[in-house]
């Protein structure tokens, strides 16, 4: 009887163990995944950021032809609301891409156009997921205003 004793005292200590140990697990992988899924929005706001650096750039050395922008990121240029625009796809590897094997998109809108002047020419550039959900969204400008480049 005594043997039986210590026998049952010892499977519950066992079981006490691996119950500490499940919950010590769990608690690590719900960490582990909030680190992954923090790393992966990390890594997104940082390749949006070099691209919308690549698009604000270009179209204030284009002067603001969303044509040329559109060409020399790899995209199409078009028209979104009446304005003119630039729409370039990305993959999930941040490479210009097509529609249909897109992830990304960037889209530049050209606001009111150039009356002379040197007064600058505005732009609209926005990031973001083709889920809807926004990266990065910046105002860009091209031209001269009173001799200071914008």
Request: aromatic content about 6%.
């Amino acid at each position: 009887m005594n043997v039986r004793s210590r026998s049952t005292l010892f499977l519950i200590e066992q079981l006490i163990v691996i119950a500490i140990f499940a919950l010590c697990a769990a608690a690590c992988a719900k960490i582990l995944t909030a680190a992954y899924f923090s790393a992966a929005d990390s890594r997104d706001l940082s390749n949006a950021l070099h691209i919308a650096e690549s698009g604000a750039e270009s179209f204030k050395a284009t002067g603001g032809d969303t044509g040329k922008v559109a060409e020399i990121l790899g995209g199409v240029s078009g028209s979104v609301d009446g304005a003119d625009a630039a729409i370039v796809y990305y993959n999930d590897r941040w490479l210009a891409c097509g529609e249909d094997s897109a992830c990304y998109r960037l889209r530049l809108i050209k606001g009111a156009p150039d009356t002379g002047g040197g007064r600058p020419v505005y732009g609209e550039l926005s990031i973001e997921k083709l889920t809807g959900e926004p990266i990065i969204a910046l105002t860009v400008a091209a031209g001269d205003r009173g001799g200071d480049t914008v």
